[in-house]
């Protein structure tokens, strides 16, 4: 294990990458094409709101539709950005709807009535460390606190993982648990982000959770396909389908100019491997707050075999205020949509509300 470089958050299990296994800095993608590894492209992310504005030949000061960079901004949640999706955003455009939604902004830091910092209620779901179960018959486990990317937007931004499992024997409880309980079909990695684990320690996770035998799916929600996808290698994909369960896979995209190069190719080789790929986005003010840019993200989802599900409406954490867009016009979107495309490419529109059964429809 070795402690990512730079990062100037307080040390604890989220900001921990795992050593790679084996593979060498030179590995090959799923396109054929030698590239440079995950784990270094993950070293080598961008740390900084101003590295993030030089790279895109963008002034320190510069003024965004969402705020001006905040560069004190990464005491509590650090900058992280990968430079595969740095490479998708537009340079000389202050509000690129990629960079809008990484660059940290002065207006996280206002208070606003309402924003807290357990919006969904994940502590009140939570049935044994790491493990959290809201609905019937799914439930989810935060596989680690570390993600390739930093959301300004993240609900969980605030969540407590450092009170969470990270090896294997810290997570009998939660296997236990599942084990208990026949009613739990599914078993949803989540985080963070479970990509994040090598491959080594995913397969022994996965190989714990297929081994009880009423689990019928394992479902990943991930956005390294997304954000870093040298992540999704030949072998990540046959760990997935060597399983007894179904594996799933939710990524999480928002915009259209994400799903280009090497992302593109990525998600097309999950979907190749058999793997049922869904995608959830989050409504986002002044980065996809419009029929065409919600039309054009679909479409280019559907045209390569992933399945839009969730359009989210977001998630009321704290220092997220300024991203929210009003609920009538997220139904207003989706109607639009749904007189433009196909059924099967439109979102359903929903919100997490604390304590239902389901995500509330819209
Ligand atoms: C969102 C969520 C799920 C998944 O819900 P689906 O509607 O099945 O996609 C499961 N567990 C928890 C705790 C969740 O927050
Ligand atoms: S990838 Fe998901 S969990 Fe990670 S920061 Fe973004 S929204 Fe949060």
């Avoid at 690129?96 to 990484?102: C, F, G, M, Y």
């Avoid at 002065?106 to 179960?133: K, M, N, S, Y």
């Amino acid at each position: 294990m070795s402690v990512l470089p730079g990062s100037n958050l307080p040390s604890g299990p989220q900001f921990t990458v795992e050593a790679p296994s084996g593979a060498g800095p030179e590995a090959v993608s799923v396109g054929g094409f030698p590239s440079v590894s995950w784990q270094r492209q993950l070293a080598e992310a961008i740390r900084s709101p101003a590295e993030l504005l030089a790279a895109l030949n963008l002034t320190p000061d510069v003024a965004t539709a969402l705020g001006s960079a905040d560069h004190e901004a990464g005491q509590s949640f650090a900058t992280l950005v990968p430079r595969s999706f740095l490479n998708r955003m537009q340079p000389g455009d202050p509000s690129d709807p990629l960079l809008l939604q990484v660059l940290p902004t002065e207006i996280e830091r206002q208070v606003t009535a309402g924003f807290v910092a357990d919006p969904v209620g994940d502590a009140a779901a939570r049935r044994a460390p790491g493990l959290l179960q809201k609905y019937h018959g799914r439930a989810l486990m935060i596989a680690t606190g570390a993600c390739a990317v930093h959301c300004r937007y993240c609900f969980r931004r605030e969540y407590p993982y450092q009170d969470e499992p990270r090896q294997l024997q810290d997570w009998q409880p939660a296997l236990r648990e599942i084990a208990d309980d026949s009613n739990l079909t599914e078993v949803i990695l989540s985080g963070g982000d479970p990509l994040i684990l090598n491959d080594d320690r995913l397969q022994v996770l996965c190989e714990a959770i297929d081994a009880i035998s009423h689990v019928e799916r394992i479902r990943l929600h991930t956005r390294l396909p997304i954000v870093l996808p040298a992540r999704v290698t030949q072998g990540l994909l046959t760990l997935f389908t060597s399983l007894r369960c179904q594996a799933v896979m939710v990524v999480h995209a928002n915009h259209g100019n994400e799903i280009v190069g090497d992302c593109r190719e990525a998600l097309q080789a999950i979907v190749k491997a058999g793997i049922p790929v869904l995608n959830q986005a989050v409504l986002l003010r002044n980065i996809n707050d419009t029929v065409e840019a919600l039309e054009v993200l679909c479409r280019r989802l559907v045209n390569i075999g992933v399945m839009p599900y969730y359009l989210h409406q977001l998630d009321r954490v704290q220092g997220a205020a300024h991203f929210e867009a009003d609920t009538a016009l997220g139904i207003q979107l989706v109607k639009e949509l749904t007189t433009r495309l196909p059924g099967y490419a439109v979102p359903k529109f929903v919100q997490e509300v604390a304590g239902e059964a389901s995500k509330t429809a819209m």
